[in-house]
C-alpha cells in the first residue's frame, strides 16, 4: 500500500513539475512578443496623434529599437549563426537584412513589424510541427515505467528493462502490460487500443500471446516473458514510428533543396533592384535615381522571398498524415511511403491471415489404417507446436481439445511453401501441403487434392499416414476492403496463395475478385510480382502478414503488412503496417496518401501563387513592407492550419 501511495505521489509530482516547464516555455517565448507588440502599436499612436515629446528627433528612433530588440536579438543571434555555420542565405538573415535596412531608411515602424510577424510566424509554426511530433510519440509512447515481477514468493516491482525472458510478470486490472508474454492465466480479457486504434475488447486464452500496451479490463493476469523491453510490439511500433518522421517524402527533399538555390538566387535579385537602375541612371541623365527608394523595393522583395511557408508547412502536412494515420492503426514508416500509396493503382493480396480469419479450426482426422487417430494427431501437433503458423497453432489447439500431449522435438526445419521435416526414433516425418509429399516420393490418396479445404498432411518414412482437414473463414470486413478499393478506382487487385485454387478461387469469388492464383509457392509469388512491375504502368502494393511474404512485400512498389498476426519478418520488411489486422484499412492507407499530397499541393500552390504576385508588385514598387509581412508570415500560417487540417480530413 505504502508503496502505491508513494509511486502516486512521484507520478503526481513529476505531472506538476512537467507543466510548470511546459507554463515557463509558453511565457518566455510570449513575452518577447507581448512587449514588441505593445511597443510598435503604442509608437504608432503616439506618432498618428502628434505627440509632443515624440516629434524629438531621436525619441521614435529609440523608441522602435526597444520595441525591435525583444524579437530581433534572437533572429540576429540565429543569423550570425548560421553565417557562421556557412549557411549565409538563410531566413534569418534575410529578415536581419531586410529589417536592419527599413531602419536605414527610416521606416521604423515597418522594420519592427516584420520582425515582429515573422517572430510570430516562426512561434506558431514551432507549436504546430512540435505538436504533431509530440502527437505522434504519445500516441504510441504509452510504455509502463514498471513492471511487477514474480520470483518464487517475492513480489518486486522493477523497470521493465530489467526483466529477462522467461520470466513471470502480473498486471492488475487497469494496468497496461509492460512487456510482450504467453498468458499463464485461464482467460483475460484487453483493451488494445494503444496497438490497433480499436477500443473493442479483445479476449486472450492461456497459452496465446498478450502484447505490451494492451490494457487487462476484467482481473489480475500473470504472464510469462517472451521477448526484452526493446524488442517488445509496442517498442517496435513506437521506433517504426519515429523513424518515420526521418524518411522525408520526394516534396520535402526538393522544397530542401529548391530553398538552398532559391534564397540565393532572390537575394542576388533584390541586390540587382537597388543596382540596375543605378546602372541606368549613369547612362540616361533625364532618369533620377533614389537610393532609399529602391532600397525599400529591395528590401520589400527580400521579405516576400522568405521560403518558411514551403519549408515549415510541408513536413508539417507529413507529420500530420503519419500522425492521423497511426491514430488509426495504420503506421507509414515514412513521409515517403505517404507519397508512393497515392501512386498505387494495382493491389495484390496473399489469403490466409490477410483477407481470411487465420484463425483456423480442425473440421476432423483421416488416419490411414496402420496408425491411430491419437497417434496421427500427437505426431502433427508434435511436429507443428514451435511453428507461429495460424495453422499450427489450430492443429496444436485441436490436440489440446482431444487431450492428447504433444511429444518434444527439437530438431524441425521448415521448407518453405510446403511444410516440416523432422526425425523422431530414427524415422523421418513429414507434416505439410500434398506438394511436400509429392516432392519426397511419398504416395497418397489422390482424393485429397479434390478436397475443397485446408489439408494438412502426414508421412512417416515413406508412407502416407493421414491428414487433418481445417476451415478459414473470410474476415468481416473483407468484402469492404474490396468495394472500398474500387471506390478509389483501383480496379486490379489479385490473390496470391500457398493454398489450394480451389480454396482460393471459392474465396475469390465470394470477394468479386477476377484474378486468383492458388498453389504458389514464396519464389513463384516473387516471379507472379516481378511480372507486373515489367509492366511501368503497374504501381504495385502487396498485402501479406507472413513470413513467406518478406521477400514479396520488399519486391512490390508498397509493402503491406498485418502487424497484429503478422510475422517480425514481414513487418520489418514491410514500408506499412496494419496494426488492426483489417484489410479494410489498406483504402484508407491509400485515402491517408491522397489526403496529405492534396494539402501538401495547396501550400505549395497558395505559397508559389501569393510570393510570386507580391513579389512582381513589391519590385514594381507597388507593394510595401506591410503587404510583404503578409505574404510571407500570412501564407504560413494559412499553410500551417491548412497541414494541421489533415487530421481532420484522415479518418
Known amino acids: 500500500m505504502g508503496h502505491h501511495n508513494c509511486k502516486c505521489c512521484c507520478t503526481h509530482k513529476r505531472e506538476q513539475v512537467k507543466e510548470t516547464t511546459v507554463k515557463y516555455d509558453l511565457l518566455k517565448s510570449y513575452w518577447r512578443i507581448l512587449l514588441s507588440t505593445v511597443l510598435l502599436f503604442s509608437g504608432i499612436v503616439l506618432d498618428a496623434t502628434d505627440a509632443a515629446f515624440f516629434r524629438e528627433r531621436y525619441i521614435p528612433l529609440l523608441w522602435y529599437i526597444l520595441a525591435y530588440l525583444p524579437v530581433g536579438l534572437p533572429v540576429l543571434k540565429e543569423a550570425w549563426e548560421s553565417i557562421r555555420d556557412k549557411d549565409i542565405f538563410s531566413e534569418f538573415t534575410l529578415m536581419s537584412i531586410a529589417t536592419l535596412g527599413a531602419f536605414y531608411i527610416g521606416e521604423y515602424p515597418e522594420g519592427v513589424a516584420v520582425m515582429l510577424f515573422y517572430s510570430l510566424g516562426e512561434l506558431f509554426q514551432e507549436k504546430a510541427v512540435s505538436k504533431a511530433k509530440r502527437n505522434i510519440s504519445a500516441l504510441l509512447d504509452v510504455r509502463p515505467e514498471t513492471a511487477t515481477l514474480i520470483r518464487g514468493k517475492e513480489i518486486i516491482v522493477v523497470n521493465p528493462r530489467k526483466v529477462q525472458v522467461g520470466e ?33 475488447p479483445c479476449n486472450i486464452r492461456k497459452g496465446e500471446e498478450v502484447l505490451a500496451g494492451m490494457i487487462v479490463t476484467n482481473k489480475v493476469i500473470r504472464l510469462e516473458v517472451t521477448r526484452p523491453f526493446e524488442k517488445s510490439t509496442l517498442s517496435r511500433i513506437l521506433e517504426m514510428v519515429q523513424n518515420a518522421t526521418e524518411r522525408k517524402a520526394p516534396a520535402e527533399l526538393f522544397i530542401r533543396k529548391f530553398a538552398r538555390i532559391y534564397t540565393p538566387v532572390v537575394t542576388g535579385l533584390a541586390i540587382l533592384i537597388v543596382l540596375l537602375p543605378f546602372v541606368y541612371s549613369l547612362t540616361n541623365i533625364q532618369f533620377t535615381f533614389i537610393f532609399n527608394d529602391w532600397l525599400y523595393r ?25 500522425g492521423a494515420a497511426s491514430r488509426l492503426g495504420i503506421l507509414f514508416k515514412g513521409g515517403n511511403y505517404l507519397d508512393a500509396i497515392t501512386k498505387i493503382n494495382t493491389v495484390v493480396f496473399d489469403k490466409t491471415g490477410t483477407l481470411t480469419q487465420g484463425t483456423f479450426e480442425v473440421q476432423f482426422c483421416r488416419q490411414a489404417p ?18 507461429t503458423h495460424p495453422i499450427a497453432k489450430a492443429v496444436v489447439n485441436y490436440a489440446i481439445q482431444r487431450n492428447v500431449t504433444p511429444i518434444t522435438i527439437t530438431e524441425v526445419t521448415e521448407i518453405a511453401g510446403y511444410g516440416l521435416e523432422t526425425t523422431l526414433n530414427g524415422e523421418r516425418i513429414l507434416v505439410g501441403n500434398t506438394r511436400l509429399l509429392s516432392k519426397s516420393g511419398v504416395n497418397y490418396p489422390q482424393e485429397l487434392q479434390t478436397i475443397v479445404g485446408t489439408v494438412v498432411v502426414c508421412a512417416i518414412g515413406n508412407r502416407y499416414a493421414g491428414y487433418l482437414l481445417l476451415s478459414d473463414t473470410l474476415k468481416e470486413d473483407a468484402n469492404k476492403a474490396i468495394k472500398d478499393l474500387k471506390a478509389l478506382n483501383i480496379n486490379n487487385i489479385q490473390i496470391l496463395s ?26 513463384e509469388k516473387v516471379k507472379h510480382i516481378e511480372e507486373l512491375l515489367r509492366n511501368a504502368n503497374h504501381q ?29 519478418a514481414a513487418i520489418e520488411t514491410a514500408d506499412i503496417v496494419i496494426q488492426t489486422d483489417q484489410p479494410s484499412k489498406v483504402a484508407t492507407a491509400i485515402h491517408a496518401g491522397r489526403q496529405t499530397r492534396k494539402v501538401i499541393w ?9 510570393k510570386l504576385l507580391v513579389l512582381i508588385l513589391g519590385a514594381g514598387g507597388l507593394a510595401t513592407l506591410w ?19 489533415i487530421q481532420k480530413l484522415i479518418k
Open 540 to 568: 504495385v502494393a502487396f498485402v501479406g502478414d507472413g513470413i513467406n511474404d518478406a521477400p514479396v512485400l520488399a519486391l512490390s512498389n508498397v509493402g503491406i503488412a498485418m502487424g497484429g498476426l503478422g510475422s517480425d
Open 602 to 610: 495547396q501550400n505549395i500552390s497558395l505559397a508559389f501563387g501569393v
Open 298 to 322: 529591395a528590401l520589400v522583395f527580400l521579405v516576400i522571398s522568405c521560403p518558411c511557408a514551403l519549408v515549415v508547412s510541408i513536413p508539417l502536412g507529413y507529420f500530420g498524415g503519419i
Open 168 to 200: 513471470i510478470i502480473e498486471v492488475k486490472t487497469g494496468e497496461r502490460v509492460p512487456l510482450d508474454g504467453t498468458m499463464l492465466t485461464e482467460f483475460g480479457s484487453f483493451n488494445t487500443s494503444a496497438l490497433t486504434g480499436e477500443s473493442v
Open 627 to 645: 503587404e510583404a509581412v503578409f505574404a510571407d508570415v500570412g501564407v504560413a500560417l494559412i499553410a500551417i492550419v491548412n497541414a494541421i487540417r
Open 498 to 523: 500457398g493454398d489450394k485454387q480451389a480454396i482460393v478461387t471459392n474465396f475469390a469469388e465470394k470477394l468479386g475478385i477476377a484474378q486468383a492464383y492458388g498453389n504458389l509457392l514464396p519464389d
Open 370 to 387: 496402420d496408425i491411430s487417430e491419437e497417434r496421427l494427431i500427437q505426431l502433427i501437433a508434435s511436429v507443428e507446436r514451435n511453428s
